[in-house]
């Protein structure tokens, strides 16, 4: 199907794909350079929803940049705000009692699991497989109802607070969520049997697409895009963060580097985030939800902090330099998709049009995350 | 471990060790208790942080080895990172407006389970910034490099392309400047 090309050079036009295209899952433009169906040279234009979130972490208190970071990734937003949480919490030394670490890993891992289910259904309409995205949004809505019902919204959540959480969970939440588990893994047996096999879906992906780890490297990507290049890099095992390490689970890798690969990856994660949501069911402690001793005022102490974690899309990083002000002196927000989508340009070269608008599906592109 | 070995040949960069020792002494004598912190910082605000490589707790700063010199050395610190196998994390800027300088910071970590995260300062002068691409060793960082030169102005030299990314094309300001009217 693929293959190098002969290229002519002279021969070739200019093909506009986005900034409004369906296949680029938001406002993404991607200027290529044709020559034929196969791509000469591409040129990634960004910036369309900038929106300058880091200067206005700048220009407010840390409480009030909270609900910007679930404005970041509508799709995996809990992923998000658990980092800026945890950012400011080394930064200004706050305790968070242990219940709050466990709900907040139950709804991060929650929250995976919606992420990919949306990503799994529309990289399937992307390739012209329309009813596996009706089957994912109803597993979706799901945890979206059960999310809502703690949380107080459906996608922009601003449920935890620096030291702890804005509301306990009820045993409706926890008796929902145990619900959850088994009907989710009874649909992912369902969308193996109906997406995995499908030969026009093979035809599609494999072998197509490839992203060597050394390509990841070079351009920093994370996430399932590295470990379908064979990389085992999980921030919440390289690096453990809130109560991760408490947890038995298994971090997917596939080394054939193409676009199957990086499907196989998020497939199997959303199995790995089941098992942490039962154990921490399982495991769940009694006791507060938010320390006893809290500052009222968070300043932290001058420096330079950092933080990472693990979202649905890979290690997405906080740098707070603080002055000792109430302000920070400088919020940057190290976006994951950012580094996995400045690989295409090159990655997509030689390639045919179709078969580098399925890698772009491959690679989960949420673009108000990319912009900022 | 490999925090020792890039520890090793990041410190060989740094041919007079004098000034490095007693920066990194001060610096852990400051890590003591936060009030101390607090005052000292307060003191010497104005006074730029001299170069140096200082071990950082990973616990309290999330990060293990902080590095800081001169543009002219970036690409030689650069070239030990690559050959460590570090990736790029990420490329950004710092105002220091009241040192009249803006800081590039460089992030470097492993995919490897030999946890140990670099970060690369250097300092240039504010009136007219400039510091040498990394692009060539990384390409990743061609995109952080951009983003920087639209938010603090910071010229990468022999960067392929550096024209706005997030800002529009035609802009001309640099919105995380301190001194920035929108």
């Known amino acids: ?372 | 471990m490999i925090k020792d070995t890039v520890l090793q040949s990041l410190r060989e960069l740094f041919p007079d060790p004098e000034p490095v020792v007693e920066e990194a002494a001060a610096e852990s004598a400051e890590g003591d208790t936060a009030e101390d912190d607090k005052k000292k910082a307060a003191k010497k605000k104005v006074e730029p942080r001299v170069n140096g490589v200082i071990e950082r707790d990973h616990a309290q700063y999330g990060y293990d080895i902080d590095v800081q010199l001169d543009p002219g050395e970036l690409l030689a610190a650069v070239m030990i990172l690559d050959k460590a196998g570090f990736f790029l994390e990420c490329v950004t800027g710092v105002d220091w407006i009241k040192e009249e300088q803006l800081e590039a910071v460089y992030d470097f970590s492993r995919y490897d389970f030999d946890l140990c995260r670099v970060v690369v300062r250097t300092r240039t002068s504010r009136s007219e910034p400039k510091v040498p691409t990394i692009s060539k060793i990384y390409p990743g960082a061609a995109w952080h490099e951009r983003e920087t030169h639209d938010f603090f102005g910071i010229k990468f030299d022999g960067h392929p392309h550096l024209v706005p990314l997030l800002l529009p094309e035609d802009a001309d300001f640099h919105p995380l400047l301190k001194d920035f009217k929108p």
């Open chain 1, 1 to 372: 199907m693929s293959g190098p090309i002969h290229i002519q050079p002279g021969e070739t036009f200019t093909l506009n794909v986005g900034p409004q295209h369906p296949a680029t899952h938001g406002v993404l433009r991607v200027k290529m350079e044709m020559d034929g169906e196969y791509i000469v040279k591409a040129e990634t234009v960004l910036g369309y929803i900038h929106r300058m979130h880091e200067l206005m972490g700048e220009n407010r208190t840390y409480p009030q940049v909270l609900p910007n970071l679930s404005r970041l990734d509508y799709l995996g937003a809990l992923g998000y705000t658990h980092g800026h949480v945890l950012a400011v919490e080394r930064a200004a030394g706050i305790e968070v009692p242990e219940r709050a670490e466990y709900i907040r890993a139950i709804t991060v891992e929650l929250n995976r699991v919606a992420s990919h289910l949306f990503w799994f259904g529309a990289f399937v309409m992307d390739l012209g497989g329309f009813t596996p995205l009706m089957y994912a949004i109803e597993d979706r809505e799901y945890i979206l109802d059960m999310l809502e019902a703690v949380t107080g919204s459906r996608l922009t959540y601003c449920y935890y607070r620096f030291g702890g959480l804005y509301n306990d969970i009820d045993d409706e939440f926890i008796d929902r969520a145990r619900a959850f588990i088994p009907r989710m893994r009874k649909s992912l047996k369902k969308y193996d049997a109906l997406v995995t096999g499908n030969i026009i879906f093979r035809k599609r992906l494999e072998g197509i697409g490839p992203i060597s780890a050394e390509m990841c490297r070079k351009y920093g990507a994370t996430g399932p895009v590295a470990r379908g290049a064979g990389i085992n890099f999980d921030v919440r095992k390289n690096e453990p963060y809130s109560v991760y390490p408490e947890f038995d689970f298994d971090v997917p890798v596939y080394d054939e580097c193409d676009s199957l690969a990086r499907y196989k990856v998020r497939m199997d994660e959303m199995e790995q985030s089941l098992r942490i949501i039962e154990q921490g069911l399982d495991k769940l402690p009694d006791g507060p939800i938010m320390p006893k001793k809290k500052p009222k005022l968070i300043k932290p102490p001058a420096g330079d902090y950092y933080q990472a974690v693990e979202t649905a899309r890979g290690s997405f990083g906080i740098r707070i330099v603080s002055d000792g002000t109430k302000n920070a002196y400088r919020f940057k927000l190290r976006s994951p998709t950012y580094s996995n989508m400045s690989l295409f340009d090159e990655a997509c070269e030689g390639m045919m049009i179709m078969d580098a608008l399925a890698m772009m599906g491959s690679l989960d592109l949420v673009i108000p995350e990319i912009d900022r």
